[in-house]
């Protein structure tokens, strides 16, 4: 199994541009986490879903961000207008069953300029 | 608000050494408390730890849980370079899937 796989690993945009980050998930690990890294604020649970179905989102920063998963192999994370503080790293991360590790994704580095 | 406290926040050690990393944490419902290890990319799960007093180990890598000071402690003995990470503490509540973690430890083994 590949692990958990993020697209892409970089990302440099302007201000104001909308961001799609990409997840997928390990096959058969029905829950799904998008985190925040930064210096200042460490690293942050955004969301997470189980089963495809949103649980907690209380993470979620504003209305810029929102995330979806249309099946249980494939989650995106959307920022949309981007701003300057939004630059951070976000991972993906999954689970098998709500009581074990998570498996963390490489990340995607966000620039927004 | 569930917090994780984690300390040193930083630590430099010579290569040999042995290092001891803490955490404390205030949950409502705990579950379970986990160590990871984060180099230059993903965190890394190291250890869970769920019951008070049980050593888990793992190579020159161990760690104990005390559900009743609230705190968990990761020993590394003979520090290698390789062991240069930072080291996250992350709590887990018996309600939901949410895990909080604290700031993290930046440990520095120099040769």
Known sequence: DAGVIQSPRHEVTEMGQEVTLRCKPISGHDYLFWYRQTMMRGLELLIYFNN?????????PEDRFS???PNASFSTLKIQPSEPRDSAVYFCAASQGDRSRQFFGPGTRLTVL | EDKVVQSPLSLVVHEGDTVTLNCSYEV???????????EKKAPTFLFMLTSS?????????????DKKELFSILNITATQTGDSAIYLCAVGETSGSRLTFGEGTQLTVNP
């Open chain 2, 28 to 38: 409502t419902n705990f579950r379970s408390l986990l160590w990871y290890k984060q």
């Open chain 2, 53 to 65: 007093g049980i050593e888990k180990k793992s190579g020159r890598l161990s760690s104990i849980l």
């Open chain 1, 67 to 69: 995330a979806k998963m």
């Open chain 1, 52 to 60: 495809n179905v949103p649980i907690d989102d209380s993470g979620m």
